[in-house]
């Protein structure tokens, strides 16, 4: 056989090796292609079974009463409350009103307590207290009234009971708390009513001065306390610091802890945030950053000569004031002016409790805040 042939057949044999890796090369890609495909789905079939724990609640946009865009700013009411039977649409108080305030340009958050005991306009015209609105209309009417009342843009919201920030907080392992002795002797008689509503056991803790870790039913009594020096204002501080501190916790914890507290306490929780706003806060979860907490309104007092209703009530001393304050604090908005609509609450609420611009206020801002800065 010539040279010429057996070159030929070598480049033959050569050229029919290089397809066949060629092949092999394209099989193993499509073969990585659709295991990468399938572990996609995998997680997100993962996370929508996940997901379809949840309460997922469909508002009406049209009734929210949202005010104008904040820009890039993503504001979610956050409700804790008063149900003892694990209502979480309706038909229970709120007793912890949160805005949690995002800026999506920096990720800092900011949070600011609404007092519940707030003289603002309901949904009917009406005044009442502010955590009435979630009891009377649930979500939609609580969300409304914050829009309504303040001038924002809310559309979202998360709300949770007792037993779901029991289970979170003991799923993290406790939370350390400094504590006054007082503060530890009603933590106890508050976890002892908590544990009986969610089934949990309760061990006294030692009611003395210091740092404590504190346990679910503990760390919510903690929050729960409001017969001490600050009353409800101190409460929502403590609030505050609870959030907070369990918040620092989640960002820490591995993903076993975490695949509890999605198992245990997403059945817990009613909120309307889509599928979409869920991963893109667990995208940017870790860069999350609370920067600053406050109880709002800034300048209050309190009335129990409220015209035409009963009981003790929180005033804002100007509501006008008030919002022009909050949107230069959450948005940096100097010289805001407030709309129409706030500036006639603001009149009815002189009108009813006579309370105006100048009034005394009392003290509602304390030390465990992160920034501390009101009208008083």
Do not use: W
Not at 19 to 25: G, N, P, S, V
Not at 276 to 301: E, H, Q, R, S
Not at 322 to 336: I, K, P, R, S, W
């Amino acid at each position: 056989m010539s040279r010429k042939k057996r070159m030929s057949k070598r480049q033959a044999r050569e050229e029919r090796r290089k397809k066949i890796r060629r092949r092999r090369r394209k099989r193993a890609a499509i073969l990585i292609a659709e295991v990468l495909i399938l572990a996609v789905l995998c997680v997100i079939a993962y996370g929508l079974f996940k997901l379809d724990k949840m309460d997922i609640n469909i508002l009406n946009e049209d009734k929210l009463e949202a005010y104008r865009d904040t820009g890039p700013y993503t504001n979610i009411a956050l409700f804790g409350l008063d149900s003892r039977n694990g209502e979480l649409d309706g038909g229970v108080q709120s007793d912890c009103i949160m805005i949690a305030s995002i800026n999506n340009e920096t990720n800092d958050v900011k949070i600011v307590s609404v007092y519940r005991d707030t003289l603002l306009q309901q949904s009917d015209g009406t005044y009442e207290k502010a955590n009435s609105a979630y009891n009377e209309g649930g979500p939609e009417a609580a969300i409304s009234l914050l829009n309504r009342n303040f001038d924002l843009d809310i559309k979202n919201y998360i709300s949770v009971n007792f037993s779901a920030l029991v289970d979170v907080i003991d799923a993290l392992g406790g939370i350390e708390m400094d504590m006054t002795a007082e503060e530890a002797y009603y933590s106890n008689g508050y976890a002892f009513e908590t544990a009986q509503v969610v089934g949990k056991e309760m061990i006294k803790i030692p009611e003395e001065a210091g740092t404590q870790l504190l346990d679910g039913v503990h760390a919510v009594g903690y929050a729960r306390i409001r017969y001490t020096e600050g009353m409800d204002f101190k409460r929502t501080e403590r609030q505050r610091v609870v959030l907070q501190k369990v918040a620092e916790k989640a960002k820490k914890a591995d993903i076993l802890t975490l695949n509890q507290i999605v198992n245990e306490v997403f059945p817990q929780i009613s909120t309307n945030l889509t599928i979409k706003d869920m991963l893109g806060f667990a995208a940017n979860i870790l860069d999350y950053n609370i920067v600053d907490t406050t109880g709002f309104p800034y300048a209050v007092t309190t009335d129990d000569n409220v015209r035409n209703h009963e009981g003790a009530y929180v005033v804002p001393i100007s509501l006008n004031n008030n919002v022009t304050q909050l949107h230069q604090n959450l948005f940096g908005e100097t010289d805001y002016e407030p709309s129409e609509k706030v500036r006639q609450i603001h009149n009815d609420i002189v009108y009813l409790t006579g309370i105006e611009e100048g009034s005394e206020a009392i003290k509602t801002t304390f030390e465990g805040d992160v920034h501390n800065e009101g009208t008083q």
